[in-house]
């Protein structure tokens, strides 16, 4: 009944307003997350994710209005050209997309002025971040704090397979999954946080199991000791 409302009330008038005006069901800016995504990383075409450079980058070539739907079909030509040119370019932007999904690296969920930019070893980056103390702040909440919940977060769901606890692991992944929908396009974790909230279950449930572990091992601790 839920899924029939979602349709009725949502999908239908969306792609009939879509049809009515545009002529198309489905429009979106599809062409400028891909093209942009290839900017994400250092690449042969001086492609930038950058929205300022992305608008500049398609008027100049097309002389398009933006935000229009064929100023979206132009920019999804441009990223066909590039990918043909160099299909494992983009497929390895999706492997770094999936690791950075699965553990954040440090640039990426750092202040802007992030030790962690630069050169040196990494043993220079962490003297780096002890150099002010709201360096050393940030060091702890973003690098710690957010690495130990997802952790925890991914032994929660190691140990929901383990309980055998399917129902609720697959409702939880499948919020999580959510996120990997950027893997084509590119990453912000902005975008990603409605997904991430999820985490806090599993991490409570790690924690819990922990604990009654923990609890047990004492309990029979005290009960040899009695004996």
Known sequence: MVCLTNFLFFWVPFWAHNKIFYDRYVVGPAGQDLLEGLGEFENKWGFKLDDVWFGAYIRSKYGLRDGTPAFDDAAKKEFWKAYWQDPFFYWTCIAKRSSMLILPPLYAIYMKDSPFRGDGSYFEKIKRAFSSRALLWDFFVRHVYVRLFLLLGYLGAILLLVRRKYFALAII???????????PSHIEYRYLIPFYWIFALLVGFAIAEIYRALKQRLINALGQIDH
């Open 173 to 183: 992944l499948s919020i999580i999954a959510g996120g990997f929908g950027k893997l």
